[in-house]
């Protein structure tokens, strides 16, 4: 005797037809059938469209699943509730993840490779003596940058908006120098606090997502004469659009009594504002990062590319271009072109 496997849906559909066309009008057992025929249907999404086409409403095409408690949703997770920026910074409240969670704030990276065409053996500034480093510095090092951030306060004022920390550390460090005993050539410290609004205006086709007013520090922790830092107060201007999204972001550096100035000039080089460009095509990352002093005559800047690419898992390959002044605060005002091979942790998105 041949024997048939029913499936478990098929089976109460069966039951449930039987009994309807049994026992109930017509027109009921009609409905009680539609009923046995979509809880039959294994597929979620489809058995959810069957009960809608049943009910008389339009079919829903996906259901967003709400996100885990403690548990930032991925923006491939949710790609048509939740942006990049959004995702990145928390600004809706269904991504939100409390205070005192660290998460990625810039790029973190290790570039074994890093090579410049114009070494900076005499670092200089107005008011100290040049100094000359060791002549027999690499044009070849690794340089490697540690970036984080920090909810301290949400909802500091109004709804939506917080209080955030960050921490940026980069380092190059003549890895490949046994003569100098591979020594660190310079490390940037950067702390900075940051308030952060969500917002939601349209601009030429880019939606404005977001408001960061900040202060920050940055310093190289250096004594004299190698010591570099300065002070700023920033306004950030998040926009995006699909999977592009543009950081507008102009400082002011509060300028300090000259005798304690190590470098009275920065703002001439380093520049006065940035714009950030970001793209993200498929599993691809490109980046942009234009510097400039804004200044007709002696102007001056630096442009930064980066491009990210899947390698295993979370790893990613990471190549990155370098043009201008200002790639670390002992070079701010020496100019050069780098380019460093590495691979990358963390994401601008």
């Given at each position: 005797?041949?024997?048939?496997?029913?499936?478990?849906g098929?089976?109460?559909?069966?039951?449930?037809?039987?009994?309807?066309?049994a026992?109930?009008?017509?027109?009921?057992?009609?409905?009680t059938?539609?009923?046995a025929?979509?809880a039959?249907?294994?597929?979620?999404?489809?058995?959810?469209?069957?009960?809608?086409?049943?009910?008389g409403?339009?079919?829903?095409?996906?259901?967003?699943?709400?996100?885990?408690?403690?548990?930032?949703p991925?923006?491939a997770?949710?790609p048509?509730?939740?942006?990049?920026?959004?995702v990145?910074?928390?600004?809706?409240p269904?991504?939100?993840r409390?205070?005192?969670?660290f998460?990625?704030y810039?790029?973190n990276?290790?570039?074994?490779?890093?090579?410049t065409?114009s070494?900076n053996?005499?670092?200089?500034?107005?008011?100290?003596?040049?100094?000359?480093?060791?002549?027999?510095?690499?044009h070849?090092?690794?340089?490697?940058?540690?970036?984080?951030?920090?909810?301290?306060v949400e909802?500091?004022?109004?709804?939506g908006?917080?209080?955030?920390?960050?921490?940026?550390?980069q380092?190059?460090?003549?890895?490949?120098?046994?003569?100098?005993?591979?020594?660190?050539?310079n490390?940037?410290?950067?702390?900075?606090v940051m308030y952060?609004?969500?917002t939601?205006h349209?601009?030429?086709g880019?939606?404005?997502?977001?408001v960061?007013l900040?202060?920050?520090h940055?310093?190289?922790?250096?004594?004299?004469p190698l010591?570099?830092s300065w002070?700023?107060?920033?306004?950030?201007?998040?926009?995006?659009?699909?999977?592009?999204?543009?950081l507008?972001?102009?400082?002011y550096?509060?300028?300090?009594d000259?005798?304690?100035?190590?470098?009275?000039?920065?703002?001439?080089?380093?520049g006065r504002g940035?714009?950030?460009?970001?793209?993200?095509?498929?599993?691809?990352?490109f980046?942009a990062?234009w510097?400039?002093?804004?200044?007709?005559?002696?102007?001056?800047?630096?442009?930064q590319l980066?491009?990210?690419?899947?390698l295993v898992?979370r790893?990613?390959?990471?190549?990155q271009?370098?043009?201008?002044?200002?790639?670390?605060l002992?070079?701010?005002?020496?100019?050069q072109?780098t380019?460093?091979v590495?691979?990358l942790?963390?994401?601008?998105?």
């Amino acid at each position: 005797m041949k024997r048939y496997l029913i499936p478990r849906g098929a089976l109460a559909a069966c039951v449930l037809a039987g009994v309807a066309s049994a026992t109930l009008p017509s027109a009921l057992a009609d409905e009680t059938e539609g009923l046995a025929r979509c809880a039959a249907v294994e597929d979620d999404g489809a058995r959810l469209r069957c009960y809608d086409e049943l009910a008389g409403r339009a079919p829903v095409e996906a259901v967003a699943a709400q996100p885990s408690q403690g548990r930032m949703p991925e923006a491939a997770d949710q790609p048509a509730l939740y942006s990049p920026l959004s995702v990145r910074w928390e600004l809706d409240p269904a991504t939100k993840r409390g205070t005192f969670n660290f998460t990625g704030y810039r790029q973190n990276y290790f570039l074994p490779y890093h090579d410049t065409n114009s070494r900076n053996n005499s670092p200089s500034a107005p008011g100290k003596p040049p100094l000359a480093l060791p002549e027999d510095l690499d044009h070849t090092e690794a340089m490697f940058q540690l970036s984080f951030k920090v909810k301290l306060v949400e909802g500091l004022i109004g709804e939506g908006d917080d209080l955030w920390f960050g921490y940026t550390q980069q380092s190059m460090w003549q890895m490949y120098n046994k003569a100098l005993s591979a020594p660190f050539r310079n490390t940037d410290f950067e702390p900075e606090v940051m308030y952060v609004i969500p917002t939601d205006h349209n601009f030429f086709g880019l939606k404005l997502r977001m408001v960061n007013l900040g202060l920050v520090h940055q310093s190289n922790g250096r004594g004299e004469p190698l010591s570099r830092s300065w002070n700023r107060a920033y306004a950030q201007f998040g926009l995006e659009r699909g999977n592009f999204a543009l950081l507008v972001k102009p400082w002011y550096r509060f300028d300090e009594d000259t005798p304690d100035d190590d470098n009275p000039d920065i703002s001439d080089y380093v520049g006065r504002g940035e714009l950030l460009g970001i793209y993200k095509w498929r599993k691809h990352e490109f980046s942009a990062r234009w510097r400039n002093n804004f200044q007709l005559h002696d102007n001056r800047g630096s442009i930064q590319l980066g491009w990210s690419f899947p390698l295993v898992g979370r790893l990613r390959g990471y190549l990155q271009f370098f043009n201008g002044y200002g790639e670390t605060l002992l070079d701010y005002n020496h100019q050069q072109s780098t380019i460093g091979v590495g691979v990358l942790l963390t994401e601008w998105l």
